[in-house]
């Protein structure tokens, strides 16, 4: 199972990004998904995550400036991050949990983490 992760990129504060992620592999179910940045320095935190029936959670200081969906046919997470500021730069990485069978209890996974930079 691999979880690739797209969408990162330079933009300048009040801006706009749209992060996807893909999960493939050998894949039965998805469970939870969600979206962690690391800033320099800091330890990894949850920005947003969303259940397999689209329940949603957010850090609170993304709250109404970032969306997470998924699609559920695509085994894709997004997460639309709009009116950024430059303490949204971080590496972002995408977080789900899957089961490769119906034998098996879902696994974490993570994807490779793309870079946000927001400039001031």
């Known amino acids: 199972v691999q979880l690739q992760a797209s969408g990162g990129g330079l933009v300048q504060a009040g801006g706009s990004l749209r992060l996807s992620c893909e999960a493939s592999g050998s894949i039965f179910s998805v469970g939870d998904m969600g979206w962690y940045r690391q800033a320099p320095g800091k330890q990894r935190t949850l920005v947003a995550k969303?259940?397999?029936?689209?329940?949603?959670t957010y850090e609170d200081s993304v709250r109404g400036r970032f969306t997470i969906s998924r699609d559920n046919a695509k085994n894709t997470v997004h997460l639309q991050m709009n009116s950024l500021k430059p303490e949204d730069t971080a590496v972002y990485y995408c977080?789900?949990?899957?089961?490769?069978?119906?034998?098996?209890?879902?696994?974490?996974?993570w994807g490779q983490g793309t870079q946000v930079t927001v400039s001031s």
């Open positions: 969303i259940t397999s029936g689209y329940w949603t």
């Open positions: 977080n789900a949990d899957i089961a490769t069978s119906r034998f098996t209890h879902e696994y974490e996974y």
